[in-house]
Antibody
């Protein structure tokens, strides 16, 4: 059973960079596509971007200028960096495995980690 | 971007009830529609992909239907563990987008 676990600071100051890591267990990160999704308080889910194990990425245009995803197959981890954060980036952040089949759906998710942007 | 609109945003129901949740896309998305269940503090769970295909291990009381712009998720007989929030997601065209969610509460 594939399991994902997000980790990183729960509090980030405005204008700084939010950095999160997702650790994958129960399966290899190779040969799969991995994604980040967030949910601001009281709002719906928002897809941030995905990264293939090879490093190829695709970002949501609404966040593209501030987002960088990376993958570390040796650690079975992938990461999210979101720069120049504001209060609008306060959300629960989820990592997930994205199936591309050709439908794109998320078959395994982490529990989510809350991140607050505040000084 | 394709907008996904869910209705209702919340509903109250009793164990054993038949519950229907609707998801409408702002343009045709064929059958590229997926449904998730999420509960606070837990990993969201894929229920349905391709509009009507049941994910492995998901009980058969969860039924997805629809194509084009209008889709439904039906829970044929609500169980205590089904009280949660349900979200739809389209994958017809990037960026991937979700509906606002439907919270199913105990009556």
């Amino acid at each position: 059973q594939v399991q994902l676990q997000e980790s990183g600071p729960g509090l980030v100051k405005p204008s700084e960079t939010l950095s999160l890591t997702c650790s994958v267990s129960g399966g290899s990160i190779s040969n799969h596509c991995w994604s980040w999704i967030r949910q601001p308080p009281g709002k719906g889910l928002e897809w941030i971007g995905y990264i293939y194990y090879s490093g190829r990425t695709n970002y949501n245009p609404s966040l593209k200028s501030r987002v960088t995803l990376s993958v570390d197959p040796s650690k079975n981890q992938f990461s999210l960096n979101l720069s120049s954060v504001t209060a609008a980036d306060t959300a629960v952040y989820y990592c997930a495995r994205l199936v591309v089949n050709p439908d794109y759906y998320f078959d395994y998710w982490g529990q989510g980690t809350p991140v607050t942007v505040s000084s | 971007d394709i907008q996904m609109t869910q209705s209702p945003s919340s509903l109250s129901a009793s164990v054993g009830d038949r519950v229907t949740i609707t998801c409408r896309a702002s343009q045709s998305i064929s059958s590229y529609l997926n449904w998730y269940q999420h509960k606070p503090g837990k990993a969201p769970k894929l229920l349905i992909y391709g509009a009507s295909l049941l994910q492995t291990g998901v009980p058969s009381r969860f039924i997805g239907s629809g194509s084009g712009t209008d889709f439904t998720l039906t829970i044929s007989s609500l169980q205590p563990e089904d009280f949660a929030t349900y979200s739809c997601q389209q994958s017809f065209s990037p960026p991937l987008t979700f509906g606002g969610g439907t919270k199913v509460e105990i009556k």
